[in-house]
């Protein structure tokens, strides 16, 4: 019997070394309204230290509009707003005859495309979200494996705290959302000792972060990206503001969904033309029919983008009425995204990325290519590609990636080895007994 049990001791060591994970886990953190350079405004030596032992871009390419629904949407699934749908914070949906916020979950809203914590999913291996816009949502059948109902009161240490739990048991992928200095930059504007304070605070939680990285000894199986969906500018809603009903008759409109920086209007039959050509010559605005609106924004393809766009200049808004005139925000994002105040910041770490290395400026979409490389996931169709991060990789597990498993999926895998193996070492062990 002592056998026995020696033979199928071995068989299990046997079964995990072949069934190894080839591929590191992530963790991928979304500092919100983290803009490019606010790195330069202050001292950041967590930040600084983390660019030496990994690599940086000076600055990433956002989607437009450069909101944070749809940028952390297209950061996820490595698509242009027009393809996901998630085409602003507030929208309307044209077929649904309905309106979409922030706090809408249906799967009808999300399904556009597979966020990372879904392509990890079907792949066999574990996924968790921490307020990541959409991971409340049931895509493609399923959920995140770990998923909380937003709390903006959870603090971001905490948070950081059960990013390192996860991932030192079984969790593959964690991301995380903190919502700052996104909030401090909408209500002080992002050229102020707030936000230079708040950005200090943000460099003190990467210094967090590396230290429980530390202790828990996973930099070497660990890949860690910081970064952002889009940038800020000052705005001045009192004074620098277009208002839309001094130019268009509000009852040949039948829905403005959101207005700011950008806004999306929906005329009523056959008013489309009236609407544009009152604003053609509008200053501080510029207006685009849907046929007509920029290629290189990757925006006019979804239903959702309604025929009539305003697209603000910078630091200026277009607004419906007075009443929006009041609006205290002294900060604001949602413009062109090749504007420079509009650049997210990237930075990365790990057993796979480049050390000392300096990337060049590369789009938010290649982000869902890469973690799927450093996952050894086969990506869902995206607009991304990896030919802009490549040169950051290293230590490349391709070849090795098809025998990837998830801890889960291992054990499946253990057993069934195990199974097999006491099919050929038990039998014979009987007729000796």
Not at 102 to 113: A, F, I, L, Q
Not at 220 to 245: P, Q, R, W
Request: charged fraction near 20%; aromatic fraction near 12%; glycine fraction near 6%.
């Amino acid at each position: 019997m002592y056998f026995i049990f020696y033979v199928l001791t071995i068989s299990v060591c046997l079964s995990t070394w072949m069934f190894e994970v080839s591929g590191n886990k992530v963790l991928l953190i979304s500092m919100d309204g983290f803009r490019w350079d606010y790195i330069e405004q202050v001292d950041t030596p967590n930040f600084d230290a983390f660019a030496v032992n990994g690599t940086r871009a000076q600055y990433i390419n956002g989607s437009f509009v450069t909101k944070t629904f749809p940028s952390h949407f297209t950061m996820a699934t490595g698509l242009y707003e027009e393809s996901h749908g998630i085409i602003a914070n507030s929208m309307y949906d044209p077929e649904f005859n309905e309106y979409f916020n922030k706090r809408s979950k249906e799967t009808k809203w999300w399904d556009g495309g597979e966020p990372l914590w879904i392509t990890a999913r079907k792949q066999g291996l574990k996924s968790a979200a921490y307020f990541w816009p959409g991971d409340e949502a049931k895509i493609k059948g399923l959920r995140p494996n770990i998923h909380f109902k937003f709390d903006g009161t959870i603090p971001f240490r905490s948070r950081i705290d059960s990013a390192v739990q996860w991932l030192s048991d079984d969790i593959d992928l964690v991301m995380v959302y903190l919502s700052e200095p996104d909030t401090t930059g909408h209500l002080f504007g992002p050229n102020t000792p707030q936000v230079r304070s708040k950005v200090k605070e943000m460099d003190d939680l990467l210094g967090y972060i590396v230290d429980a990285f530390d202790k828990a000894s996973l930099w070497d199986t660990v890949n860690v990206i910081i970064t952002s969906d889009h940038g800020m500018t000052e705005v001045d809603y009192a004074n620098k503001h277009v208002d839309l009903s001094n130019f268009i008759d509000m009852n040949v409109v039948d829905a403005i969904p959101t207005t700011g920086p950008t806004a999306n209007i929906l005329p009523r039959v056959d008013m489309e033309q009236e609407i544009i050509d009152n604003l053609t010559n509008v200053p501080h605005i510029k207006v685009y029919s849907k046929d007509d609106i920029p290629e290189h924004w990757h925006y006019k393809e979804h239903r959702r983008i309604l025929p009539v766009l305003v697209v603000a200049e910078e630091g200026w808004v277009a607004l419906k009425g007075p009443e929006e005139y009041s609006e205290p925000d002294l900060g604001a994002h949602g413009y062109d995204n090749t504007l420079s105040t509009m650049k997210p910041i990237f930075y990365a770490r790990g057993p796979n990325i480049k050390q000392g290395f300096e990337s060049l400026p590369f789009s938010i979409v290649d982000i869902y290519p890469l973690v799927c490389k450093l996952l050894c996931l086969k990506p869902a169709p995206n607009n991304g590609t990896l030919d802009n991060t490549k040169y950051f990789i290293v230590n490349d597990n391709s070849e090795s990636c098809p025998r990837v498993t998830s801890s889960s999926s291992r054990n499946y895998l253990q057993i069934y080895m195990l199974a097999i193996l006491s099919l050929f070492l038990i039998s014979p062990i009987r007729n000796i007994l």
